[in-house]
């Protein structure tokens, strides 16, 4: 099975914290993708990679970075949390497109800011 | 006008009932199509996957695609209280290296014993 992890599952930051979300896949996935999710909005891409130390903006990039130095983890950071930034952010894999091309979620991390 | 479109419900059924979901989309070149439930404070879960148009059967549910009506529907038989949660669409294009999924915003399913 696969198995996509997230650091935390809720989360409280203040305005103005640095905050760093992590993710990691144990099935050698090449792609790896960053979502928040908002009641009516639904899940809207902010980063994905495709390669360590490869990264690409999704539709939603801005107060946000990423990083990935091992194939396995990918990281979020909230360089300056924002209350607007307040939200369910979940981590996704995929393989490559030419397999089953599905993405695998982990279980959210619910991130409250103050 | 949003690329895929879902009504965000609730539907409520009760217990045995065959539920219909349903999306419409926009952009003609998507070619893979997946529903995934999401239960309460979880991550989303794959429960179908199919390529281009036609049917697909897994147990009770049946995913079906009519490109030609850019419409994609989920079938549920036999509805069970445990398939009480949140069912989001999500397309793909062809030929996308990274697959970029467009969800649908979800439609919360209710199943009363």
């Known amino acids: 099975d696969v198995k996509v992890t997230q650091s935390s599952r809720y989360l409280v930051k203040r305005t103005g914290e640095k905050v760093f979300l992590e993710c990691v896949q144990d099935?050698?996935?090449?792609?790896m993708f960053w979502y928040r999710q908002d009641p009516g909005l639904g899940l809207r891409l902010i980063y994905f990679?495709?390669?360590?130390?490869?990264?690409e903006k999704g539709d939603i990039p801005e107060g946000y970075s990423v990083s990935r130095e091992k194939k396995e983890r990918f990281s979020l950071i909230l360089e300056s949390a924002s209350t607007n930034q307040t939200s369910m952010y979940l981590c996704?894999?995929?393989?490559?497109?030419?397999?089953?091309?599905?993405?695998?979620f982990g279980p959210g991390t619910r991130l409250t800011v103050l | 006008q949003k690329e895929v479109e879902q009504d965000p419900g609730p539907l409520s059924v009760p217990e045995g009932a065959i539920v219909s979901l349903n999306c419409t989309y926009s952009?003609?070149?998507?070619?893979?199509f997946m529903w995934y439930r999401q239960y309460s404070r979880k991550g989303p879960e794959l429960l179908m996957y199919?390529?281009?148009?036609g049917n697909k059967e897994d147990g009770r549910f049946t995913a079906q695609v009519d490109k030609s009506s850019k419409y994609i529907s989920l079938f549920i038989r036999d509805s069970q209280p445990s398939d009480s949660a949140t069912y989001l669409c999500?397309?793909?294009?062809?030929?996308?290296?990274?697959?970029?999924?467009?969800f649908g915003t979800g439609t919360r399913l209710l199943v009363s014993p």
């Open positions: 099935m050698d996935h090449e792609n």
């Open positions: 996704a894999s995929s393989s490559p497109p030419e397999s089953t091309d599905t993405q695998y």
């Open positions: 952009n003609s070149a998507f070619q893979y």
């Open positions: 990679s495709y390669d360590v130390k490869m990264k």
């Open positions: 199919t390529y281009s148009s």
């Open positions: 999500a397309m793909s294009l062809m030929n996308t290296g990274f697959q970029k999924l467009v």
